[in-house]
T-cell receptor, first 114, second 114 residues
Framework: SQTIHQWPATLVQPVGSPLSLECTVE??????LYWYRQAAGRGLQLLFY??????ISSEVPQNLSASRPQDRQFILSSKKLLLSDSGFYLC?????????????FGEGSRLTVL | GNSVTQMEGPVTLSEEAFLTINCTYT??????LFWYVQYPGEGLQLLLK?????DKGSNKGFEATYRKETTSFHLEKGSVQVSDSAVYFC?????????????FGTGTRLTIIP
């Protein structure tokens, strides 16, 4: 069976510090991978998606970046966090090329920037 | 661009009450429509979907019908249970990217009281 792991679950960081959130998927190969963010009172906003190693599409210009160094690993990073980066970050995967619309989500990482 | 507007929460109902959570959308082309649910402490999971006009998605007693004329996909359940307490997200796909880029609504928190 397939599983998705996302960590850390919670993170409190000062403004200007770096960020690294990691997501790994097990039990499948060549998945599509996604990073979403949910800010207070807003819907889930797609930040990045990837259809393969080294292939990253950015949806929103921002202070964040993503990388996919391995087939089942997706990393969300920032060099210097802003207060507005606070939120709930969700990693998700989908069967590559299946076009079903079904995403499988991790349990999320809550980031608080102080 | 694509957008999803769903009923503001929170919604509190008594057990066995009838549930409706409204969802309307704006999209170009012919998107697929989805309801995702997030139970406490868990990641989002697909509840049901509909891929074309007049389709009805159903699962776990929940139903939603794809209404193109009113651009709506309202979620309904005839008799809710305490275990239905969760956050519900309406979403649509971007037909220009298969079904794997989803736009989500803000979510509606549902609490069922025994």
């Amino acid at each position: 069976s397939q599983t998705i792991h996302q960590w850390p679950a919670t993170l409190v960081q000062p403004v200007g510090s770096p960020l690294s959130l990691e997501c790994t998927v097990e039990g499948t190969s060549n998945p599509n991978l996604y990073w979403y963010r949910q800010a207070a009172g807003r819907g889930l906003q797609l930040l990045f998606y990837s259809v393969g190693i080294g292939q990253i599409s950015s949806e929103v210009p921002q202070n964040l970046s993503a990388s996919r160094p391995q087939d089942r690993q997706f990393i969300l990073s920032s060099k210097k966090l802003l207060l507005s980066d606070s939120g709930f970050y969700l990693c998700a995967w989908a069967w590559g090329g299946a076009n079903t619309g079904e995403l499988f989500f991790g349990e999320g990482s809550r980031l608080t920037v102080l | 661009g694509n957008s999803v507007t769903q009923m503001e929460g929170p919604v509190t109902l008594s057990e066995e009450a009838f549930l409706t959570i409204n969802c309307t959308y704006t999209a170009t082309g012919y998107p697929s429509l989805f309801w995702y649910v997030q139970y406490p402490g868990e990641g989002l999971q697909l509840l049901l979907k509909a891929t074309k006009a007049d389709d009805k998605g159903s699962n776990k007693g929940f139903e939603a019908t794809y209404r193109k004329e009113t651009t709506s996909f309202h979620l309904e359940k005839g008799s809710v249970q305490v275990s239905d307490s969760a956050v519900y997200f309406c979403a649509l796909s971007d037909p220009n990217f298969g079904n794997e880029k989803l736009t989500f609504g803000t979510g509606t928190r549902l609490t069922i009281i025994p």
